[in-house]
Structures are given as C-alpha cells and as structure tokens.
C-alpha cells in the first residue's frame, strides 16, 4: 500500500527537539568539531558570523517543516551568495548540509525511542539495516542483517556522510520468528568477506572518522556532558560562552 502523503512530511518532535537544542560555534574545518560533539554544536565547516546563523535557521526550518532538498538547496543558495570563501560548489554543499543533519537528528531521535530503557526491556536487540544504497560501503553492507544487542552496538547512526543505515528494535521473539542470531563480535573485529562492485573486502568493525557515537536515550545529560568537555579545552572567550549556555539550558530544563 502506497504511503499516504501526508505522513511524508510529518514533523518527528525527538529530530526537531535534537536540533534546536544544539549552540552554533564558528569553524575553519570539519575536524574542529567531531564524533559525539556533533550531539551538542552545530557548525558547517568553515562557516562563521551571520552566514552560519543563517544556515542554522534554515536547516532548522528544513527540518521541523519536513522541506525537500530541492527546498532547501534554493535558501542555502540565496544564503551563499554572502560567503565569500565558501568551499566548494553550492548546490554539493547544500546537499551534504541537508542530508547531514536531517539524517544525524532523525537518527539521534530513534535513538532516544529505541534505546529508553523501557523499550529496551521489551526489545533488547537491533538489527542492523543496510540503505540498499547503489554504492555500498564495505563495512556497512557487511553488516547486514547483524543483531547486536543494545548494550554492545558497535556505534550509533549514521555512521559516516551519505549513510542512510537504521537499526531495527527486535525481541527475543522476532529472534527466533525471523532464525536470527545474536553477534557477539565488537569494535575492532574483522567482518566476513563482502564483494562490492567486483572487489572482494573483509571490514573491520569501526565506526567512520569524525562519528565515533554511540546512542544514548538520554539527549540532555550527555548533551551536558559534551558542552562541559568542549569548554575546558576551549579558549577562554569560547569557553566562557558555552558555560553560560549550560548554565541557562539546565535552569530552562528545570522549568520545564
């Protein structure tokens, strides 16, 4: 049964709550913020001043109103024009912008269902779900169809630019429905042989550089956690900035 149109663009709150709880930090590289700390700042790499906040507002509307890439690509163009050393062609940079962080909020926001402790109880382990993508990746395909449990997931999702990989929640009797069994393989073992594109490779379980993640149903307090661990290694101005931000979204979460 076709899906009802209406349900394409619905907002999914965990996504929109994820996002609009991140600070913006100016950047020179992708590499200034990375792996977890993706969970508590918002940068494009590079951007700064007035045209990152531009992009943060319209990434934001991009993701809460449900926006196509096409939609998105024209506000990030008008928003480019006023860069001046952007990176890059725009319509590349707008696409890795959009599917970035609609992918990263939307998985941050399963995690936060799937992985709740009530839910873990109920349903203890993932399945792993390639994106049937036209150019896989060698580990992720050679993932496949893994169960972990939800205590040992190898990392969190997406893992790397472009993934569209998910994790399915199952129980102990969608184990034995389906004939699955539980991987006791971890992080820094080698995957069975996969063939991709004519060439034969044997991964190794790791996550991808700049997203060593892993979930957590718990947005705020590793939230908390990161902000206080990218501030002692900040420069003093910086640092002071993003403890003023802790200090007014713990006393906003308390009155919540």
Known sequence: MALDDRYRTMPFEPAIEFMRDKITLDSDSWRDVTNDEHDAVFVVAGAKGSVLSELRTAVDAA??????????????????????????????RANTVYFTNLRASYGRGRDQLQFDPEVIAAEPYVGYEHSDSQHP?????????????????PFALPNGYGCDCRYISLSDRDLERLGLEVSELGRGDQLPPVEVEGNTYRPVLEPTEGWDRLPNANPQQRRQEILERIADLAVPEIATQIRSFIAQFLAELGNE
Not at 66 to 77: A, I, K, L, M, N
């Open 137 to 153: 990746r060698p580990l992720h395909l050679a993932l496949d169809k893994m169960v972990f449990r939800k205590d040992a997931v």
């Open 63 to 92: 993701i809460a109103e449900g926006q196509r890439p096409e939609e998105f690509q024209t506000r990030f163009e008008q928003i480019a024009a006023g860069w001046e050393d952007m990176r890059g062609d725009a319509a590349w």
